[in-house]
């Protein structure tokens, strides 16, 4: 009868571990050089690198996978050992065969934006609408960052060292056009749903207005004011008295209650 032996596992493929080999392709060298070649590089805009123990986890997991060896072990003066560690030549061809890969096959990856898109209607539209404007504005202030690294970074680099940069940049604009528009259609009412049920803890302010900010949410809900209804018979001078509620507020309000044809007096 024949035996049969298991197949060996393949060495498992992280972002991390593909930047460690490609580290290594260039010189030996130890775990913390690594990483501070990763941050002077901006390549941690793309390796998450900022713990260093990741880093040594995941060499030591590609020297027991036979992709990295240890070149020699020291211990200068008063400073810790030192390990610097070379890339194998199974490293190498794994290396490559990784970065066909994750070239050529889309992930699918799980990222948090998506997901919270995918359960809009456990908020109310306004709460969604109020999120969304500030992403807008963090979008944009990312887009314009990405735009001064790639002029400043095309003076003294070849464009082979700024292409993820640009895809960067274009992902970014993408989302900004795509989140803007959503935001557009939720303040025109062309993307709506009904408000999820208040609980304990925050009653439902379904319809005040995002502009009027946290301060004046809290201070109208403290004094029973949760909807825009419940401030139609208001006079707009006790609005003024509440704590939290200043000018802008109130023009924010005077406004939303105008276009629902409610006060305040």
């Known amino acids: 009868m024949a035996t049969h032996y298991p197949r060996p596992v393949p060495p498992r493929r992280s972002v991390l571990a593909m930047a460690v080999l490609s580290m290594l392709g260039e010189e030996a060298m130890h775990a913390y050089r690594m990483q501070q070649l990763i941050k002077e590089r901006h390549k941690d805009d793309v390796v998450n690198v900022t713990q260093r123990n990741s880093i040594y986890q995941t060499v ?3 020297v027991r996978d036979g992709l ?4 020699s072990t020291s211990r200068p003066a008063k400073r810790p050992e030192r390990t610097t560690y070379r890339i194998t030549p199974e490293g190498r061809a794994t290396l490559r065969e990784w970065l066909r890969t994750m070239l050529s096959n889309p992930a699918q990856e799980y990222p948090e934006f998506p997901a919270a898109l995918a359960f809009l209607p456990s908020l109310s539209p306004n709460e969604v609408l109020e999120a969304l404007t500030t992403r807008v504005a963090r979008l ?7 735009d001064t690294d790639l002029a400043q970074g095309s003076t003294f680099l070849p464009r082979l060292f700024l292409v993820e940069t640009e895809l960067q940049r274009e992902l970014a ?3 900004l056009g795509y989140v803007r528009g959503l935001v557009d259609d939720l303040r025109a009412g062309r993307l709506s749903w009904p408000a999820p049920p208040a609980t304990d803890e925050a009653p439902a302010l379904a319809d005040l207005p995002p502009g009027i900010g946290a301060p004046a949410r809290r201070a109208l809900q403290a004094a029973g004011y ?3 209804q419940s401030l139609a018979d208001v006079d707009e001078a006790g609005l003024a008295r509440l704590h939290g509620v200043g000018p802008k507020a109130l023009r924010v309000l ?3 209650l105008a ?3 409610l006060g305040p007096r």
């Not at 990295?68 to 070149?71: Q, R």
């Not at 944009?140 to 990405?146: I, K, S, T």
Request: proline fraction near 4%; hydrophobic fraction near 40%.
């Open 60 to 62: 030591q997991r590609l």
């Open 68 to 71: 990295v060896d240890v070149e």
């Open 140 to 146: 944009e202030e990312g887009v314009a960052a990405l």
């Open 173 to 175: 604009a993408t989302e």
């Open 226 to 228: 949760p909807t825009l």
């Open 254 to 256: 005077r406004a939303a």
């Open 259 to 261: 276009e629902r044809g």
